[in-house]
């Protein structure tokens, strides 16, 4: 049998040599309590399957973003760029990085994130983060689909306490930062956390490659649809510099909480990144060298009422936030050109949110209410002057729901029974020089059940369960637009929305068991998705004679055709060899492998086609070996494996779909602590060099080495 690192974690695996994070390890003594559920509850109560990304992961993890550090710990798909623009897929759904309607719902603080593009995510004023997998629609609404990222920021309390870093490494990347919180009196409370980053060289593309050279990891492959394939030689870019790779931003938040009362208090944050000048390559798969640039920006303000009543512990949280993206071309017909601002995105959410936990002894019961408004304008420029038609209509999607999630424990049994009510309106704006878009609004419901079951068994084994719907809306456009185009003298084409569009949706199921005993803890959970109500694009040609002597010769609208389905397996394993003693070794691993991940693709002639779904790997392995001395070094070797994943190939002409090589990349970091407060910490990040892409066309960095110093205060 041949050899490969998928092979070796299920090996891994079966021998139970792999390790959780240190708060896992401990999960029997001082029990891990999350929010991803809505309210605090135990994490080995959770039916769901939840990675809980914890402060030794943030800080023994080379990452400048999120979407960094939930891939290399979380086992997500991932899609990502150079150029700030990323985001994740959960159990086989598409990873996605911009527009409403996601598959994978990211929050800050149990609200929604204000943000499609999880590398505007910064790590500075994170506590730890919450991957919740499986569908959780009946809890958040749409989006929910493949699962929940919940990031949770610092809320510090007692003497105030800081920290500061300085970080410089290759490609001349300069790292620096500080965060701080505690209570300035005794009601009053803070946060503050600034970070600045800047890559001032243009990075290297990976050259040395020891992991691709010995797994053969050398090859991508054509399939075309006359049943032909070719082999495409992937290393062809080894050790090239990237060109239009530096960059920089910026990111600060800032808390301020109140005690305003023995069981009341009020807590306001605010939270600001700015990226200027971002460079932008081209595709090296295109063979193009050209660049762009962009601004991003993103922002966001919320306050929140917390208090207890008895039994009850009522809250309510108000927020609002927007990001921008401004693009600039920088090039025209492979010449230079002044500068110009050549589109423009910016999307906008603000919302409420008020729910009562409350608690009957050793049961508990939540009842809601969310208000979400998002909406998204486009606008773009021909050149420096002239402003032009967007692509799409202005438009707002408005939820309003209520939902109840109750926790029944009995003995050994915790059951979770919840149901949500969303009333959705699509709400299509009258949109500047898109004169031929008429102005529409349409309201429909979704109901969103969902069940989870654990049971404590003997022995230290604990067997769950769930089941649930979920769905994402369509675009508004899709659902009540309307625009007329005249193709040719008297000819017109006609798109409109269908106002009985109904929202995609999907059942999943998974059934899973945990086994926790000292320092060894292993699970695995198998799961089962079917998407249905996809929404497709369909032209139809029509006679269709107006009065006025034009005629209408075609007609696109937007039908509920196509369905997915998705199924797979996800293990975790980990074992503390040092377990309870004076230092800690750690081997800790995770796989998701994806059986089936099919989804039908609807032309716009209504013909069917079956294939794999896009980025989405047949496996993910996440894995590595921590040691810990528990007095002031600690090093941390992980590793990431992703295997073939399939694309649609539109550098050749017949769009052949391409089969990505799989590849491994290997980070080492090591951290020594002074007088517990100075802190040095070596970051190895891609130690072996490789040359690896998440996207084809836009590889990443080779091997990159920065030291950080770090002071306690």
Do not use: C
Request: charged fraction near 20%; aromatic fraction near 10%.
């Amino acid at each position: 049998m041949r050899f490969t690192p998928y092979s070796l974690g299920l090996a891994l695996l079966a021998h139970q040599a792999l390790a959780q994070t240190p708060a896992d390890s401990s999960r029997n003594l001082n029990p891990v309590v999350v929010t991803a559920t809505r309210s605090e509850t135990r994490l080995d109560r959770i039916p769901q399957t939840l990675k809980l990304i914890n402060r030794t992961d943030l800080d023994l993890t080379p990452a400048n973003d999120l979407t960094d550090l939930v891939k290399k710990t979380a086992g997500v798909q991932v899609i990502q760029y150079p150029n700030l623009s990323s985001g994740v897929g959960i159990r086989g759904f598409r990873p996605q990085f911009s527009g409403l309607n996601q598959r994978t719902l990211l929050l800050i603080d149990g609200r929604p994130a204000g943000a499609t593009n999880l590398s505007t995510i910064q790590l500075s004023a994170i506590d730890h983060i919450e991957v919740l997998k499986g569908p959780a629609s009946a809890l958040y609404g749409s989006q929910a689909m493949g699962g929940v990222i919940n990031v949770i920021t610092r809320r510090s309390k007692g003497t105030p306490t800081g920290n500061a870093f300085a970080e410089y490494g290759s490609f001349q990347t300069l790292q620096a930062g500080f965060s701080s919180g505690g209570n300035l009196t005794s009601k009053l409370d803070y946060d503050l956390s600034f970070a600045y980053f800047e890559r001032g060289k243009d990075y290297k593309i990976g050259k040395d490659n020891w992991l691709r050279n010995a797994f053969g990891f050398k090859n991508a492959v054509k399939y075309y649809a006359k049943g032909t394939s070719e082999e495409v030689d992937d290393r062809r870019d080894d050790g090239q510099t990237r060109p239009y790779t530096q960059l920089r931003y910026y990111s600060g938040a800032l808390r301020l909480g109140y005690q305003i009362a023995e069981n009341w208090r009020v807590d306001v944050r605010g939270e600001r990144f700015q990226a200027r000048n971002v460079q932008s390559p081209g595709d090296i798969a295109y063979g193009i060298t050209e660049a762009s640039s962009k601004d991003v920006e993103r922002a966001s303000l919320e306050a929140s009422l917390t208090g207890q009543i008895g039994a009850h512990q009522p809250s309510l949280k108000v927020f609002t936030a927007d990001e921008a993206n401004n693009n600039y071309t920088l090039n025209a017909s492979g010449k230079p050109v002044i500068p110009y601002r050549s589109n423009r995105t910016a999307n906008a959410w603000s919302g409420l949110q008020v729910k009562d936990v409350w608690k009957l002894g050793q049961h508990s019961l939540v009842l809601g209410y969310d208000y979400t408004n998002a909406s998204t304008q486009g606008r773009r420029w021909s050149d420096a002057t002239t402003e032009r038609a967007p692509t799409q209509p202005d438009y707002a999607l408005i939820s309003s729901a209520f939902y109840a999630q109750a926790t029944l424990n009995v003995d050994k049994l915790t059951i979770q029974p919840g149901l949500r009510w969303d009333q959705i309106t699509f709400d299509v704006k009258q949109t500047p020089l898109l004169t031929s878009y008429r102005a529409g609004k349409k309201t429909n419901p979704f109901l969103s059940p969902n069940l989870g079951v654990t049971y404590q068994l003997p022995q230290h084994l604990r067997i769950k369960a769930t089941v649930g719907r979920a769905f994402v809306t369509p675009d508004a456009y899709n659902v009540a637009g309307y625009s007329e185009a005249r193709t040719t003298a008297g000819k017109i084409a006609v798109t409109s929305g269908n106002p009985d569009l109904a929202n995609e949706s999907s059942w999943s199921w998974d059934v899973g068991v945990d086994y926790q005993h000292q320092g060894f803890y292993a699970n695995a959970t198998y799961f089962s998705t079917q998407v249905k109500n996809r929404i497709a694009r369909v032209v139809r040609t029509v006679n269709e004679p107006l009065g006025n002597g034009d005629v209408i010769v075609s007609r696109t609208t937007f039908i509920n055709a196509a369905d997915s389905d998705i199924n797979g397996l996800e293990a975790e394993a980990g074992y503390d060899f040092g377990y309870n003693q004076k230092h800690a070794l750690r081997l800790f691993g995770n796989l998701t492998t994806m059986f089936k991940a099919q989804e039908v693709i609807v032309g716009t002639d209504e013909s069917r086609t079956e294939r794999m779904i896009a980025n989405v790997a047949k496996t993910n392995v996440n894995y590595g070996l921590e040691f810990d001395n528990r007095k002031n070094l600690r090093l941390r070797l992980t590793g990431r494996y992703v295997g073939t994943r399939r694309d649609i190939d539109y550098t050749d002409a017949l769009n052949p779909e391409i089969e990505y090589t799989p590849f491994m990349v290997v980070d080492l970091v090591a951290a020594y602590t002074l007088e517990k407060k100075h802190t040095l910490t070596l970051l190895l990040n891609n130690l072996t060099d490789e040359n690896y892409y998440e996207k084809r066309g836009y590889n990443m960095p080779g091997r990159s080495v920065s030291l950080r110093y770090a002071l306690q205060f």
